[in-house]
């Protein structure tokens, strides 16, 4: 091992403002993202976007993954972890490391979602669930949720957003032409926690 080697510590995750994208499967989570992560940038933020590990998964055909949703939260925060250690002050994620908690199987321990729990309260996180827009048609392509199972996701994210008010803060628009522009508004309101170094 390398003696410069060093691991950046857990309460370094506060540094970092993640901003999560909620929403069922096809409600515009990847474009509102890219839009919004396109707009930080242009605007002078140290920003970087976040892709999401599923999607990848699902065009590698590798289904039989999605049981295992332990190693899929592991791939995607480490993408989002790894940002601590660099000067970076925001990260934009069309797929938060808490969307595990609508997929993982009935068999997980409970311990999985506190964990999971945990890990995303370490971080200063900015929370915006998109409506579905009834202009935007839905894409099956990429996806293994039938637009009714996704309808069905969006209800049961809002219904765990409900049970957590208080601890969890969350913002909601219209997906669709305006919702960059107000994701980018509530980022210019958003007061980043201060941090001992």
């Keep these: 091992m ?6 950046n510590l857990f309460t370094d995750n506060k540094k970092l403002t993640v ?7 096809g409600c515009g989570k990847s474009t509102t993202a890219a839009e919004l992560f396109a707009r930080m940038k242009k605007g002078g933020y140290k920003v970087e976007l976040i892709h999401e590990v599923a999607k990848d998964l699902i065009w590698e055909e590798a289904h039989h993954i999605f049981g295992e949703q332990d190693y899929i939260f592991a ?14 002050d925001y990260a934009v994620v069309d797929c938060s490391i808490l969307l ?20 995303f309260d370490s971080y200063d996180n900015i929370n915006i669930f998109l409506d579905r827009s009834p202009d935007i048609e839905y894409v099956q392509a990429g996806r293994n949720e039938t637009p009714e199972q ?4 969006d209800n049961e994210m809002l219904d765990y957003f409900a049970t957590n ?16 522009e107000t994701c980018y508004r509530i980022v210019q309101q958003h007061v980043k926690p201060s941090v001992s170094a």
């Excluded at 595990?100 to 945990?118: C, H, I």
């Excluded at 996704?150 to 996701?153: F, I, N, V, Y």
């Design 2 to 7: 390398s003696a410069n080697w060093s691991r």
């Design 19 to 25: 901003i999560n994208f909620f929403g069922g499967p």
């Design 75 to 88: 791939l995607q925060h480490r993408l989002i972890r790894r940002l601590t250690r660099h000067d970076i």
């Design 100 to 119: 595990g908690l609508f997929y993982y199987p009935w068999d997980f321990p409970p311990s999985f979602k506190q964990f999971v729990e945990d890990v």
């Design 150 to 153: 996704a309808l069905a996701k």
């Design 165 to 180: 008010k208080g601890r969890i803060d969350l913002w909601r628009t219209r997906a669709g032409q305006d919702a960059s």
